[in-house]
């Protein structure tokens, strides 16, 4: 997929079929991430994936959306220090992830303690956010459009509120 079409055409998924992603899929996935840049290429991250059904259960409980968690077929927890990187990493596995056919959301932690407990974190672990990814229960076809067309039909604010130039 082009990486412009990627972009535009890419929402979150929070609906996900019954389908399992192969290993290759998963690989791809997680190797976006660890081929984020990094500053000093410290790589600060640390990728937790979260396989079981009971874990996993718990850990719906401590997101905002449980239901994203429950139904997902891939569920990566990213530990990590500092931000600008880790969303680096966060936004190279969603592309990827949608280049496969894969949907996918970034999930905000609403109960952090049961989350860290539910995950076992260590005191130096930082759990920056929840992903969950599976196919999309209803197909998509970022194809059906053009990067434009999906660019103007996003709900976005405008560039020209976005952008000053000085």
Known sequence: MDTWLA???RREVREYADHELSEDVVGRILDAGRLAGSARNRQPWQFLLVESPEVREQLAAAVYEPTNVRGAKLVIAILAKGGLDTGRAMQNMLL???NEGVGSCPNGIADLERARETLALGEDD???????FGYP???????????EEWSGRANRKPLDELVRRI
């Open 126 to 132: 930082e759990l920056a956010i929840v992903l969950t």
């Open 96 to 98: 990827v992830a949608w």
């Open 7 to 9: 972009v535009a055409s």
């Open 137 to 147: 229960a209803r197909e998509p076809d970022p194809s059906r459009r053009s990067p």
